[in-house]
C-alpha cells in the first residue's frame, strides 16, 4: 500500500552533492555548466526545428501550415507552463523540476525521432515543451543560488553564451542532419545531451529544497505591486491562478490557429474569423482576471511599473525579429536553389552574430554607452540588416549576398535584448525579479512564436520571393518601433 508513495518520497527528496564535490573550491563552477547544458539544449531545439520543415513537408506529404506546429506546439505549452512550473519548483525543489525536466524532455525527443505521423510528431513536442519549461523556469534561480554574490554576473554571462552556442550551433547542425541522415536525427541529437545534464544534474548541483528544514527556513516573499481592486495575497496562499493559466493558453493558442488556418491549414473558412475572435475574448477575460486575482501569473502591478511594458514589448519584436528570418530563410534559400546543408551555413550566420554580440559585443561600443543607447542602436541595426536583405535582388549569388545583412542584424540583436532585459529587470523592485524573469520569458516565447507562424502566413498568401521581401520590409518597421519604444527608467 505504501510502496507507491515512499518511491514518489524518494523520487522528490532532493539528495546532497557527494562531499567530495561539495567541498571543492570550483564546485559552484560545475553546477554553472551543468545549467548551461539545458540552456544550451532549449536553444538547440529552438533553432534546429526552423531547417526540418522542407524535410518532414516531404516524408508526411502535408503543407507548410501543418508541419510549423512541430515549433508552435513546443511554444506554446512553453508559455504556459513558465509561471506554474516556478510555482512547483517552490514546493518540491528546483533542482529535483530540473532534473525531470532533463528526463522528461530527452524521452520525448527520443519518441519524436521515431513518430509514425505528424500528429505523434506534434504530441511528442508538446510532451517535450513540458520538460523544457521545468529547465528553463529553474535556470537563472540555480545559477543565482549557486554562486557567491560576487560570481553571480560572469556565471549569468557564462549561461548566456551557452544560450548563444546552441542557438548558433542549431541551424548548421540541423542542415547538415538532413541532408546527410535523417529528419529524425534532429530530435535523437538531444537524447545524448540530456543524459548527460541528468547524470551531471544528480551529482554537481546543489540541494535545493530541505523539507525536515521547517517552515521557518522558508522565507516569506513581499508582496508584489497590486493594481487597484486588486485581492491582497496571503503570504501563505499556495493557490495558483488556474483561470488565468488557462485563458493565456487559450488566447495564444486560438491566435496561432487562426494564423494557422490562414496560412493553409485544412480548417473551414470561418473557423479563422472565429479563432481570432476566441483570442480577443479570451485576452479580455485574462486582463479582468488578472486585476483581480490574488497571485496573478502576469502581475499587472508589474506590468504597469514605468518601463517595464515597453521593454517587454521590445523583448518580444527581438525575438520576432530573431525568429522569422530562422523559418523564412530556408524557404527563400530552397527557391534560390540552394541546399540544405548550404543555405543551413548561411542561415547560421545572424544566431552566431547574435551570440558575439551578446556575450562580448559591448567591448565594440563606446565605454559610456548606457543600455538605453545599446538598445536604440542594436534595434536600429537589425532594422538595417534586414532591411538589406529584402532590397537584394532574386538572382545572383544569394548564400553569399545574404550572409552581410543576416551578420548585422544578429549583431543587432545581440546588442539590442540582453541591454532590454537589463532596462525591464532595473525597472522591477528587487523583490519581484523572479516574477519579472518569468514575465521576459513569457514574451521572449511569444515572439518566439510569432516569428514562426507569420513568414508561414507571407509565404501562403504571396509565395515565397514576394512574401519575403514583404516580411523582411515589416521587420525592419517593427526594429524602428523597438528603437521608439525603448525609453530610459529608474532603478527600483
Not at 539544449?41 to 533553432?47: C, E, R
Not at 523592485?429 to 513569457?442: I, W, Y
Amino acid at each position: 500500500m505504501n510502496a507507491p508513495s515512499t518511491l514518489a518520497t524518494r523520487l522528490l527528496t532532493e539528495r546532497p552533492r557527494p562531499r567530495g564535490i561539495a567541498s571543492r573550491r570550483y564546485a559552484h563552477w560545475l553546477a554553472v555548466g551543468t545549467v548551461c547544458l539545458g540552456a544550451f539544449l532549449g536553444q538547440l531545439t529552438a533553432s534546429i526545428t526552423a531547417l526540418v520543415y522542407p524535410a518532414l513537408q516531404r516524408h508526411f506529404g502535408t503543407g507548410f501550415a501543418a508541419v510549423e506546429w512541430v515549433a508552435l506546439a513546443y511554444l506554446l505549452v512553453l508559455v504556459a507552463l513558465l509561471a506554474p512550473v516556478g510555482r512547483l519548483s517552490d514546493l518540491v525543489g528546483r533542482k529535483t523540476v530540473y532534473l525531470g525536466g532533463f528526463a522528461l524532455f530527452g524521452l520525448a525527443s527520443l519518441g519524436a525521432g521515431f513518430a509514425g505521423n505528424l500528429g505523434t510528431l506534434v504530441a511528442c513536442r508538446a510532451v517535450q515543451a513540458v520538460g523544457g519549461a521545468m529547465m528553463q523556469a529553474n535556470s537563472v534561480a540555480l545559477v543565482a543560488r549557486g554562486v557567491p554574490e560576487h560570481a553571480m554576473r560572469r556565471a549569468l554571462g557564462i549561461q548566456a553564451a551557452a544560450q548563444g552556442l546552441g542557438l548558433a550551433l542549431g541551424p548548421s547542425l540541423g542542415g547538415l542532419l538532413v541532408e546527410h541522415a535523417s529528419w529524425r536525427w534532429v530530435f535523437w541529437i538531444n537524447v545524448p545531451v540530456a543524459l548527460v545534464g541528468l547524470l551531471a544534474g544528480w551529482f554537481l548541483l546543489p540541494r535545493t529544497h530541505r523539507p525536515d528544514a521547517g517552515p521557518d527556513a522558508r522565507p516569506v516573499p513581499r508582496p508584489l505591486p497590486r493594481p487597484r481592486g486588486a485581492a491582497r495575497p496571503d503570504p501563505e496562499d499556495g493557490r495558483f491562478d488556474l483561470a488565468g493559466l488557462l485563458l493565456l493558453a487559450g488566447s495564444t493558442t486560438a491566435l496561432l490557429l487562426a494564423l494557422s488556418t490562414a496560412s493553409g491549414l485544412p480548417l473551414p473558412g470561418w473557423a479563422v474569423a472565429a479563432l481570432l475572435l476566441a483570442s480577443v475574448l479570451s485576452g479580455l477575460g485574462l486582463v479582468r482576471q488578472e486585476r483581480r486575482a490574488a497571485r496573478p501569473i502576469l502581475a499587472p502591478g508589474l506590468v504597469n511599473t514605468p518601463g517595464v511594458r515597453p521593454g517587454l514589448a521590445v523583448s518580444l519584436i527581438g525575438y520576432l525579429l530573431l525568429f522569422c528570418p530562422l523559418v523564412l530563410g530556408p524557404v527563400l534559400f530552397a527557391e534560390a536553389g540552394l541546399s540544405t546543408g548550404r543555405a543551413a551555413l548561411v542561415i547560421t550566420v545572424l544566431p552566431a552574430a547574435f551570440a558575439v554580440a551578446a556575450t562580448a559585443g559591448g567591448v565594440l561600443l563606446p565605454r559610456g554607452w548606457s543600455d538605453v543607447a545599446r538598445c536604440r542602436f542594436g534595434a536600429a541595426l537589425a532594422g538595417a540588416g534586414l532591411l538589406g536583405w529584402a532590397l537584394l535582388p532574386a538572382a545572383g549569388a544569394p548564400a553569399l549576398a545574404a550572409a552581410v545583412p543576416l551578420l548585422v542584424a544578429g549583431f543587432g540583436l545581440g546588442l539590442l535584448l540582453p541591454a532590454n532585459n537589463a532596462l525591464v529587470m532595473r525597472a522591477i523592485p528587487a523583490e519581484c525579479s523572479a516574477v519579472g524573469g518569468g514575465m521576459v520569458n513569457m514574451a521572449r516565447s511569444l515572439g518566439t512564436a510569432l516569428g514562426t507562424a507569420l513568414p508561414v502566413l507571407g509565404v501562403h498568401l504571396a509565395g515565397p520571393v514576394p512574401a519575403g521581401r514583404g516580411v523582411l520590409l515589416a521587420l525592419a518597421a517593427v526594429a524602428a518601433l523597438a528603437v521608439l519604444l525603448t525609453r530610459p527608467v529608474r532603478r527600483r
